[in-house]
């Protein structure tokens, strides 16, 4: 089992930048694929990145694909999502979702841990 706690959301203009974190407790973290989806209100919850496990593989959702980074560090059980070129329709709740063997990185019910989510508001 693995614990997951987010941190780095907050308030930012369109076009700045932010740095979410993902920091795990429990279990190997490396030995986990790492998702990050978003829920804006009145809207379902959205794919936005996944790593895989130690080669470190990663996967974007097309709306994020060329802004958004995710990169994890299995020394400090740490996954980062660097957010870049932020624009308004990018404000949602972030989670961050792990689980040690699934098939499709990019649905969330395939993801058994969560985190309680940190909000992310881009300003026009």
């Known amino acids: 089992q693995v614990q997951l706690v987010e941190s780095g959301g907050g308030l930012v203009q369109a076009g700045g930048s932010l740095r979410l974190s993902c920091a795990a407790s429990?279990?190997?973290?490396?030995?986990?694929?790492v998702g990050w989806f978003r829920q804006a209100p009145g809207k379902e919850r959205e794919f936005v990145a996944a790593?895989?496990?130690?080669?470190?593989?990663?996967y974007y959702g097309n709306s994020v694909k060329g802004r958004f980074a995710i990169s994890r560090d299995n020394v400090t059980n740490t996954v980062y999502l660097q957010m870049n070129s932020l624009k308004p329709e990018d404000t949602a709740v972030y989670y961050c979702a792990a689980d040690p063997d699934l098939f499709w990185y990019n649905k969330d019910d395939e993801y058994d841990y969560w985190g309680q989510g940190t909000q992310v508001t881009v300003s026009s």
């Open positions: 429990g279990r190997s973290f490396s030995d986990y694929v």
């Open positions: 790593i895989r496990r130690s080669a470190g593989r990663a």
